[in-house]
Nanobody
Framework: QIQLVESGGGLVQAGGSQRLSCVASGRSFSGWHMAWFRQAPGKERDFIAAISWRDSTKYYQNSVEGRFTISKDNAKNTVYLQMSSLKPEDTALYFC????????????????WGQGTQVTVSA
């Protein structure tokens, strides 16, 4: 059974940094694609960043490029989202997602999801 477990969320002041982790288990993820999305209350789930486990190709949402960095540790089956220069508008529930077929920025493309970790940025 494939599981994605996020951690690292919490309360941080504006301008601060935080690192989220997503541990994947249940199978080998070689060749899979991993992504981070976020959802603020009352809003749709939005793409943040994605990385190919195969060749480390990366995609970013425009509003986070230069502030957020997605990376992976193959040995630990873990994907990270390093966030810096955080803003109150970054407050959301952050989700990790995985898919074996394609690297995408679209929610519907991902078949496996974690439960999310809350990030709250105070002004």
């Amino acid at each position: 059974q494939i599981q994605l477990v996020e951690s690292g969320g919490g309360l941080v002041q504006a301008g601060g940094s935080q690192r989220l982790s997503c541990v994947a288990s249940g199978r080998s993820f070689s060749g899979w694609h991993m992504a981070w999305f976020r959802q603020a209350p009352g809003k749709e789930r939005d793409f943040i960043a994605a990385i190919s486990w195969r060749d480390s190709t990366k995609y970013y949402q425009n509003s986070v490029e230069g502030r957020f960095t997605i990376s992976k540790d193959n040995a630990k089956n873990t994907v990270y989202l390093q966030m810096s220069s955080l803003k109150p508008e970054d407050t959301a529930l952050y989700f990790c997602a995985a898919d074996p077929y394609r690297l995408s920025t679209v929610v519907a493309a991902y078949h496996y999801w974690g439960q999310g970790t809350q990030v709250t940025v105070s002004a």
